[in-house]
């Protein structure tokens, strides 16, 4: 395994994650009739951003300033908000797949200690596509 390959896909992951949570909160503001559906997929992007935290210390990574992080998430929001929200979905669910297979390969360079986490990480991915499957009836 190269640690520091394996370590910088750990602290983009969690950044990926802090700025997701202020991506799916903007999307609860901007489609407030599916506000409800986004702030539950901001609390996973969080949760899954909670967990991460716990390989940044192992590994001593410092993350970008969670300011950063979230204005981020609310500009990629703010680009990707601009038509119907039913297409929005539809974009992710396609776009997500990708994230969900560079998590397994993710789990492939771990540790077995790290498992844990990284299956997490995966799994949360998975989750999101599920819920925005059903969002949209699909």
Same mark, same amino acid.
């Given at each position: 395994m190269n640690n520091?390959?394996?370590t910088l896909l750990i602290l983009?992951?969690?950044e990926d994650e802090v700025a997701g949570a202020a991506y799916f909160h903007s999307l609860a503001r901007a489609y407030p009739q599916h506000?409800?559906?986004?702030?539950?997929?901001?609390?996973?992007e969080r949760t899954t951003a909670s967990r991460l935290i716990e390989l940044l210390r192992k590994y001593h990574l410092t993350p970008s300033a969670q300011t950063t992080l979230e204005e981020r998430g609310a500009?990629? %929001?703010? =680009?990707?908000a601009t038509g119907d929200w039913r297409m929005l979905v539809q974009q992710s669910i396609k776009s997500y797949a990708?994230?969900?297979a560079e998590f397994k390969a993710l789990e492939a360079m771990g540790p077995a200690e790290d498992q844990p986490i990284l299956e997490a990480l995966?799994?949360?991915e998975?989750?999101?596509i599920e819920?925005?499957? %059903?969002? =949209?009836?699909f």
């Amino acid at each position: 395994m190269n640690n520091t390959q394996y370590t910088l896909l750990i602290l983009e992951a969690y950044e990926d994650e802090v700025a997701g949570a202020a991506y799916f909160h903007s999307l609860a503001r901007a489609y407030p009739q599916h506000s409800s559906f986004f702030q539950k997929c901001a609390a996973l992007e969080r949760t899954t951003a909670s967990r991460l935290i716990e390989l940044l210390r192992k590994y001593h990574l410092t993350p970008s300033a969670q300011t950063t992080l979230e204005e981020r998430g609310a500009l990629d %929001a703010r =680009i990707e908000a601009t038509g119907d929200w039913r297409m929005l979905v539809q974009q992710s669910i396609k776009s997500y797949a990708r994230y969900v297979a560079e998590f397994k390969a993710l789990e492939a360079m771990g540790p077995a200690e790290d498992q844990p986490i990284l299956e997490a990480l995966t799994a949360h991915e998975v989750q999101l596509i599920e819920w925005m499957r %059903a969002e =949209i009836g699909f």
